[in-house]
């Protein structure tokens, strides 16, 4: 296989792992709309890749959006489409693709300027929606995700070209120490991990239940965990994490009793739309990857309970 010498960022070809500087920048200046994050939280998402805002929605917010997403997850006609994925070995619901489609709360989540406004500061224009999903771990049987840049696979699978995008987690449970919280590598977000393996056509049915190209080797991963260091995220629901796209993350499995839900939004700049997919892959389809339609999200008027908005 020839690798592209003007591809930065080239990963899964025949050279092996690497780790190589990031060239964008992580905070855009030229902020659209309003400004919700202080500087001081800017400098910590700069800094680390990540930022935890508690307590954004109300517990009947939280309790709307987690009444849906249970209610999508045992939908006989939502299980029988593509974009529910479930666990291996069981017909347990891992995650549900493309939720800001198939539910008009969730269209009016995405858009809520409590969220928007922060990634189009974050990014510094307006935003599009690239991925949305609901992820659950059911407690006992939830399983986890192994540690990966998010911008790896955008970049190869779906050919996203820069680092202009960031992920927006609301929490729909209490995320604690023991039900599979997400835990990110400070500082991971400045080093880009050139990962192993030829990534084999149709890949993304495997990996959306379970990651085995696009993942770090362990010796990049002990290098950046012995930099940054590794922080469980545990928070209320009704918090919300953001995390840039190429922050090193994962989770483990959820062996305890409570459950752990999440709305998860991927925000990439109207100014990042993908392209070709690397290598001759074959583009992953809408419902993982937004490429063929998408509008510039505009800020919700009004409150994301009122259906009339």
């Known amino acids: 296989m020839t690798v592209m010498m003007t591809d930065r960022y080239a990963s899964r070809t025949e050279r092996g792992a690497a780790i190589v500087a990031r060239q964008e920048p ?3 200046d030229t902020p659209v709309g309003s400004r919700p994050l202080s500087a001081a939280q800017l400098r910590e998402y700069e800094d680390n890749g990540f930022l935890l805002l508690p307590d954004v929605f109300s517990a009947q917010e939280v309790r709307s959006l987690l009444a849906d997403v249970q209610g999508m997850s045992t939908d006989p006609a939502i299980l029988k489409r593509e974009e529910a994925v479930v666990e291996k070995g069981s017909q347990a619901v891992r995650s549900i693709f493309r939720v ?5 709360l969730i269209a009016r989540l995405v858009r809520d300027p409590r969220v928007l406004d922060v990634a189009r500061q974050i990014l510094g224009s307006d935003v599009y929606v690239h ?7 059911p407690g006992f049987t939830g399983k986890e995700f192994y540690w990966h840049s998010d911008f790896e696979t955008w970049h190869v699978e779906d050919g996203m070209p820069q680092m202009r995008a960031l992920s927006c987690s609301v929490l729909l449970t209490d995320n604690n120490v023991c ?5 990110l590598v400070p500082g991971s977000h400045r080093q880009f991990v050139s990962c192993e393996g030829i990534t084999p056509d149709g890949h993304y049915k495997e990996s959306l239940r379970k990651q085995e190209y696009g993942v770090p080797d362990p010796i990049s ?3 950046l965990v012995d930099k940054g260091g590794i922080e469980a995220i545990t928070a209320k629901a009704g918090s919300v994490i953001f995390f840039d796209c190429n922050t090193m993350h994962g989770s483990a499995s959820n062996i305890s009793p409570w459950p752990r839900a999440n709305v998860f939004t991927v925000y990439n700049s109207m100014e990042n739309s993908v392209q070709d997919p690397k290598y001759g892959l074959q583009p992953r389809p809408e419902h993982v990857a937004t490429r063929g ?3 510039m999200l505009k800020p919700l008027e009004g409150r994301l309970l009122d259906p009339s908005n």
Do not use: C, E, I, T
């Not at 800001?100 to 008009?104: F, I």
């Not at 991925?131 to 771990?137: G, I, M």
């Not at 039900?179 to 835990?183: E, F, Q, R, T, V």
């Open 26 to 28: 992580v905070v855009y």
């Open 131 to 137: 991925q949305s999903r609901a992820n659950l771990k």
């Open 100 to 104: 800001h489609d198939l539910s008009p």
């Open 293 to 295: 339609r998408f509008a």
């Open 179 to 183: 039900n599979g919280p997400l835990m």
């Open 221 to 223: 991963l002990r290098l």
